[in-house]
């Protein structure tokens, strides 16, 4: 028997990655709920296929840190799209959560720098963990090697 599948549920294969760092370059990583111990950068799909990509970049740090994009202490202008994207295949674990055939996801990768001591506020059900590392261990500890790579390119992108 075929599962069933609802289209208003099922995730848009298009999606953010969005590396969140101060000027000192510390890189806020946060541990899955899911799946113990994988460490990663906020990452979220598109709510609806209109939606534009740096809309979904705001939006997903907001749910899942509590931190705000266009607030007094976060000016809309330090969400930055790294103007790159990947293509990756969907770990198999996490493809019940898109349509039948659907193997791929394309993700926008964006930078955000906040102040030192920026507050966070996990979404409990997403994330149950956070750790500001320095880049280049946060790089090492992300299990994602494309989040790695994205982390990696810190540095350059922050103009140091």
């Known amino acids: 028997m075929r599962p069933f599948y609802s289209m208003k549920s099922l995730k848009i294969p298009e999606s953010v990655l969005v590396v969140i760092y101060t000027p000192l370059l510390d890189v806020l990583l946060i541990e899955r709920a899911d799946c113990p111990g994988f460490w990663q950068s906020v990452t979220g799909s598109k709510d609806h296929v209109d ?3 740096a ?4 939006r997903e740090v907001a749910e899942e840190t509590g931190i705000i994009v266009g607030s007094f202490e976060i000016p809309s ?6 103007d790159h994207f990947i293509q990756y295949h969907i770990y198999p674990q996490w ?5 039948p055939g659907v193997f791929l996801n394309t993700e926008h990768w964006f930078g ?6 920026t507050r966070v506020k ?3 059900h997403e994330h149950v963990e956070y750790v500001w590392l ?3 261990e946060a790089a090492h500890n992300c299990f994602s090697p494309s989040n790695g790579d994205a982390i990696r390119q810190l540095p350059s992108r922050h103009g140091m």
Do not use: F, Q
Request: charge should be negative.
């Open 51 to 53: 939606e534009l990509i």
């Open 55 to 58: 809309e979904t970049a705001a």
């Open 77 to 82: 202008d330090r969400l930055v799209d790294w």
């Open 95 to 99: 493809r019940h959560r898109y349509a």
């Open 112 to 117: 955000l720098c906040v102040p030192e001591k």
């Open 122 to 124: 996990l979404s409990p």
């Open 134 to 136: 320095p880049w280049s």
